[in-house]
């Protein structure tokens, strides 16, 4: 056994943990086969005696798990397995992320217990409604016609239902703390349900942004970066960049089966500016990052007033070039015209500063995105040299130039499902 699972579980024992470090302590002992046996002499709820009364028959399998919010997290799977869409997920996160991906799910978890050979297959759907957890069961087959699905809870059979069980059958309800075992009536033994409350530190709020995201539900993650990760924190300096290019693709694209699609650039003119800010922000990302006097503008700014946004910029304490190139970006954000007898510019002087010349190749890139002009936009990316921490989101604007223009060519959906999780994995590189 390894010193840090002999360390959790020593700091199991002591009860001085808090429920998040608690959580943490059983998640690594669970990874572990033999602490095991170590585990059943400890006083854990989860091992508590009212779920752990006789039963009549053998439990086959036993799947222990944590839910917070809307997001349901697996700590062990003995005798199940992944199914349907919860594995087609790992599959994609698999491409995404170092290592196995964290067994966590938003809303659904799809499991399939593993039976003996010719007998029937349960396959069970934990699903979060608020603050509640539903059981569905079904058991597909030859076999579903016969027999009973039976629920037993505290050692005592507590519901039976008829086969066969379609999507439609009544749920069973999960109380946290409380197991729940599921058992065909004409199989030997029964399948282990058991949940806890948790708390998600910063890595399982990144692995659900993360999620969120190749499910295509790009608005809960946005939901998690600004409130449950802090767009401001300084331990997560990721975050914010994340926010930015998460809302750039929100305006772009659409997500279907997991494939980042794109949407025609066209929007009413009520929603233009909110639509343009979006697709622009990585360029005002970099900014506030480059010169942080520039924060103190107001992003995106609704005046619509040329002159309101040069008199503001020139307020500011910055290089006439970087001055020139933050006119530029809030009058193309704002949809306005640039022209240089206002002082204002389309592209850098030649011996202007790298980092200058990154935000020019990212304005010219990403406004050229927005037009829905990827070829463009793609050669604009390329234009600049590298700087340290990509500021103005080159690479991955490239990315996605080159990702919208796979649909252009009809590449297979193998190859954009690929594009797609790749994207992703350049908007988490840094995440924990």
Same mark, same amino acid.
């Given at each position: 056994?390894?010193?840090?699972?002999? *360390?959790?579980?020593?700091?199991?024992?002591?009860?001085?943990?808090?429920?998040?470090?608690? *959580?943490?302590?059983?998640?690594?002992?669970?990874?572990?086969?033999?602490?095991?046996?170590?585990?059943?002499?400890?006083?854990?709820?989860?091992?508590?005696?009212?779920?752990?009364?006789?039963?009549?028959?053998?439990?086959?399998?036993?799947?222990?798990?944590?839910?917070?919010?809307?997001?349901?997290?697996?700590?062990?799977?003995?005798?199940?397995?992944?199914?349907?869409?919860?594995?087609?997920?790992?599959?994609?996160?698999?491409?995404?992320?170092?290592?196995?991906?964290?067994?966590?799910?938003?809303?659904?978890?799809?499991?399939?217990?593993?039976?003996?050979?010719?007998?029937?297959?349960?396959?069970?759907?934990?699903?979060?409604?608020?603050?509640?957890?539903?059981?569905?069961?079904?058991?597909?087959?030859?076999?579903?016609?016969?027999?009973?699905?039976?629920?037993?809870?505290?050692?005592?059979?507590?519901?039976?239902?008829?086969?066969?069980?379609?999507?439609?059958?009544?749920?069973?309800?999960?109380?946290?703390?409380?197991?729940?075992?599921?058992?065909?009536?004409?199989?030997?033994?029964?399948?282990?349900?058991?949940?806890?409350?948790?708390?998600?530190?910063?890595?399982?709020?990144?692995?659900?942004?993360?999620?969120?995201?190749?499910?295509?539900?790009?608005?809960?993650?946005?939901?998690?970066?600004?409130?449950?990760?802090?767009?401001?924190?300084?331990?997560?300096?990721?975050?914010?960049?994340?926010?930015?290019?998460?809302?750039?693709?929100?305006?772009?694209?659409?997500?279907?089966?997991?494939?980042?699609?794109?949407?025609?650039?066209?929007?009413?003119?009520?929603?233009?500016?909110?639509?343009?800010?979006?697709?622009?922000?990585?360029?005002?990302?970099?900014?506030?990052?480059?010169?942080?006097?520039?924060?103190?503008?107001?992003?995106?700014?609704?005046?619509?007033?040329?002159?309101?946004?040069?008199?503001?910029?020139?307020?500011?304490?910055?290089?006439?070039?970087?001055?020139?190139?933050?006119?530029?970006?809030?009058?193309?954000?704002?949809?306005?015209?640039?022209?240089?007898?206002?002082?204002?510019?389309? !592209?850098?002087?030649?011996?202007?500063?790298?980092?200058?010349?990154?935000?020019?190749?990212?304005?010219?890139?990403?406004?050229?995105?927005?037009?829905?002009?990827?070829?463009?936009? *793609?050669?604009?990316?390329? !234009?600049?040299?590298?700087?340290?921490?990509?500021?103005?989101?080159?690479?991955?604007?490239?990315?996605?130039?080159?990702?919208?223009?796979?649909?252009?060519?009809?590449?297979?959906?193998?190859?954009?499902?690929?594009?797609?999780?790749?994207?992703?994995?350049?908007?988490?590189?840094?995440?924990?």
């Amino acid at each position: 056994m390894e010193e840090q699972t002999l *360390r959790a579980l020593a700091s199991l024992g002591g009860g001085h943990l808090s429920a998040l470090e608690r *959580r943490e302590a059983l998640d690594r002992i669970l990874q572990d086969k033999e602490s095991t046996d170590l585990v059943r002499l400890l006083g854990l709820p989860e091992l508590s005696p009212e779920n752990n009364l006789p039963l009549p028959f053998e439990i086959v399998g036993a799947f222990h798990g944590a839910v917070c919010k809307d997001f349901i997290m697996g700590l062990g799977l003995d005798g199940f397995e992944l199914s349907g869409d919860s594995k087609t997920l790992v599959t994609h996160l698999a491409r995404i992320v170092a290592g196995s991906p964290q067994a966590l799910f938003r809303k659904h978890m799809d499991l399939q217990a593993i039976s003996s050979e010719g007998a029937a297959s349960l396959r069970l759907k934990l699903s979060r409604e608020g603050t509640v957890t539903l059981l569905h069961v079904t058991c597909p087959g030859s076999a579903d016609s016969a027999g009973e699905i039976e629920f037993w809870e505290r050692g005592e059979l507590v519901r039976r239902s008829s086969l066969p069980l379609t999507d439609q059958a009544p749920p069973f309800r999960v109380q946290v703390g409380v197991a729940v075992t599921v058992k065909h009536s004409l199989q030997d033994g029964g399948h282990e349900i058991l949940l806890s409350d948790t708390e998600f530190s910063a890595r399982e709020w990144t692995a659900a942004a993360r999620i969120a995201c190749v499910e295509g539900s790009l608005g809960e993650a946005l939901r998690i970066l600004s409130e449950e990760l802090s767009l401001d924190s300084a331990e997560l300096g990721w975050v914010h960049r994340a926010y930015r290019l998460i809302g750039a693709l929100q305006a772009m694209t659409r997500s279907d089966d997991f494939i980042l699609r794109p949407i025609p650039a066209v929007r009413a003119p009520i929603e233009d500016l909110e639509w343009r800010s979006a697709v622009i922000s990585p360029v005002w990302e970099g900014i506030r990052t480059c010169w942080p006097e520039a924060r103190s503008l107001r992003f995106p700014d609704s005046t619509g007033d040329s002159e309101v946004i040069k008199e503001s910029v020139s307020g500011l304490n910055l290089d006439q070039g970087v001055s020139e190139f933050v006119k530029s970006f809030f009058l193309i954000a704002n949809g306005l015209s640039v022209s240089s007898e206002d002082g204002c510019e389309r !592209s850098p002087r030649e011996d202007a500063p790298t980092r200058l010349q990154n935000g020019w190749a990212g304005l010219r890139g990403w406004g050229a995105l927005m037009e829905g002009k990827c070829l463009e936009a *793609r050669e604009a990316f390329e !234009s600049a040299g590298e700087v340290e921490g990509d500021p103005f989101s080159l690479r991955l604007g490239k990315q996605i130039a080159e990702h919208l223009m796979l649909f252009r060519s009809e590449a297979s959906d193998d190859r954009v499902e690929l594009s797609s999780d790749l994207l992703w994995g350049e908007i988490f590189p840094t995440a924990p």
